[in-house]
């Protein structure tokens, strides 16, 4: 059974940091592409980061250069760092394990993340 478990969300000051944890289990993270995603009250789900298999990894205009995506196969883990952060980067954050081979597209429950200005 496919598990995503978020957590590491929290009220933030602007400028402040915080890293998100995602937790996967029923599958093997090493052989899958993995992405964090958010949305904000109001806005379309938007992806954030993300990183394949093979160590590639890309990101959003808007958290490029400020955010990083990284990856602990041994842990089963999937982690975002966020520096820097804005008053936009608010919403809840979500985890996702891309479908593979027209499988199921997996999801977390979401991290709520809140940066006061």
């Known amino acids: 059974q496919v598990q995503l478990v978020e957590s590491g969300g929290n009220l933030v000051q602007a400028g402040g940091s915080l890293r998100l944890s995602c937790v996967a289990s029923?599958?093997?993270?090493?052989?899958?592409?993995l992405g964090w995603y958010r949305q904000a009250p109001g806005k379309q789900r938007e992806m954030v980061a993300v990183?394949?298999?093979?160590?590639?990894?890309s990101y959003a205009d808007s958290v490029q250069g400020r955010f990083t995506i990284s990856r602990d196969n041994a842990k089963n883990t999937v982690y975002l760092q966020m520096n820097n952060l804005k008053p936009e980067d608010t919403a809840v954050y979500y985890c996702?394990?891309?479908?593979?081979?027209?499988?199921?597209?997996?999801w977390g429950q979401g991290t709520q993340v809140t940066v006061s200005s």
């Open positions: 996702r394990r891309f479908p593979r081979a027209g499988g199921t597209d997996y």
């Open positions: 029923g599958f093997i993270l090493s052989i899958n592409t």
């Open positions: 990183t394949t298999s093979g160590g590639a990894t």
